[in-house]
């Protein structure tokens, strides 16, 4: 199988620095098909926002296609799923910014939230001869975005006597789905605000989704129906219920693994330090390794002494401050490991090996995706990689 390093195809004379992102199509399809069998009923929006978190929209585009469509926020993201030869739908999650954002929906053929008057007034002064499908914004409690519970009735009739205005859905999100709090009682507001009203509706987002799937099978208590569902980071192998469950659990696959490899040793004695800072003391005689991945990288700096790391497939750990182009991992007591090993900052190892990014962000006190989200522009990125076989 044949490499692509897109981000530096045109400089094909200068190696990169060893560090690479794959992204593994394999492990989007099948995650699909882990959220369609959770959400059975649905159709599936994959949300590709922040230029599919992290990943690349051109990269994730061919794991992805098996969705009913993509979600994202950026008009020029937008334009890009369609100039990879998406004819579906495209929702812009967080609607129109100002009027023209309506031309370029009528040009490219978008769906668009309505989470305020303001929207619906850019609607009122669109000029178009094409209506557009719209998805109504209820605020069941995030208190972010959308329309309050009594104002959802007036919104929904001014939206339906637009003649720009074609279908309407009906849409909320929780802001608890991952948490002990759960979705009961704003699925609820939800469903009062909007129960005389027709249209589909969109509620789930990952968390919500496999909640959703778990309490059908424990308890059969039946939460409104979806006839959308909104998933992100499921999609891409990260885990929205860490802390209680790991995406083992779930059986998700990780979509990314971020590789580099070790270009040095050294041998710290006890009462030696290692980094900036000289926060990591050794207690004794040591190998460490010095990987070629720091916070340019998008690593966080706060994963600091014993965030989980895999050395040629074995678990190891960091060593002290991680700085802008480097940080330093344990290589005590693992054989054969040295000059030139394998890293693997998270997802899978060669061998097959997966280091959760959940646990990475967890050590690093976040969440896996602001760590997706952060890998720098500087990092190649290895589109179409297979999945390793574990052995
Ligand atoms: C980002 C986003 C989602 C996806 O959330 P995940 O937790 O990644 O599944 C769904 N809906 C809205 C409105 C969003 O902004």
């Not at 004379?13 to 560090?19: C, F, G, V």
């Not at 909320?172 to 009961?184: E, K, L, N, Q």
């Amino acid at each position: 199988m044949q490499a692509r390093h897109l981000r530096f195809a045109r400089y094909s004379s200068a190696m990169p620095r060893p560090i690479q992102a794959l992204i593994h199509p394999d492990a989007l399809r099948h995650n699909v098909a882990v959220l369609r069998q959770s959400a059975p009923d649905a159709r599936l929006w994959a949300v590709v926002k922040a230029n599919a978190y992290g990943h690349g929209i051109e990269q994730v585009f061919s794991g992805l296609t098996g969705a009913d469509g993509f979600a994202l926020l950026d008009i020029e993201e937008a334009r890009r799923v369609r100039a990879l030869g998406w004819r579906g739908p495209i929702l812009l999650l967080e609607g129109a910014f100002e009027l023209r954002d309506l031309e370029a929906c009528s040009r490219l053929d978008l769906w668009h939230t309505v989470h305020c008057e303001a929207q619906i007034d850019m609607l009122a002064a669109h000029k178009t001869h094409v209506p557009q499908r719209v998805f109504l914004k209820i605020n069941s409690g995030m208190n972010r975005l959308g329309f309050a519970p009594h104002q959802a009735r007036a919104a929904w009739t001014r939206l339906n006597a637009l003649p720009q205005v074609d279908e309407i859905s009906l849409m909320t999100h929780f802001s608890d789905a991952d948490g002990p709090i759960g979705i009961v009682a704003q699925a609820q507001a939800f469903q009062r605000a909007t129960s005389d009203l027709p249209g589909e509706r969109c509620l789930s987002n990952s968390a919500a989704v496999l909640r959703q799937a778990l309490h059908a099978r424990q308890s059969r208590q039946s939460l409104p129906a979806s006839d959308w569902v909104r998933t992100g980071i499921a999609l891409y192998g990260g885990a929205p219920d860490f802390g209680q469950a790991d995406a083992s659990d779930t059986s998700l696959q990780a979509a990314m693994s971020l590789r580099s490899k070790v270009i040095a040793t050294q041998q710290p004695q006890a009462g030696d330090t290692v980094g900036y800072g000289s926060s990591f003391v050794a207690q004794g005689p040591m190998r460490i390794g010095i990987v070629c991945c720091g916070y340019a990288d998008g690593y966080p700096r706060s994963c600091d002494t014993g965030t989980p790391v895999l050395v040629d497939g074995q678990p190891s750990r960091t060593i002290g401050r991680v700085s802008m182009d480097m940080l330093a991992v344990d290589l005590t007591g693992l054989a054969g490991s040295g000059q030139g090993s394998e890293v693997t900052l998270w997802g899978y190892a060669s061998s097959g090996a997966l280091l959760p990014i959940d646990a990475v962000a967890q050590a690093g006190g976040t969440i896996a995706y602001e760590l997706m989200c952060a890998l720098a522009a500087r990092v190649p990125v290895v589109a179409d990689a297979a999945l390793p076989q574990a052995r």
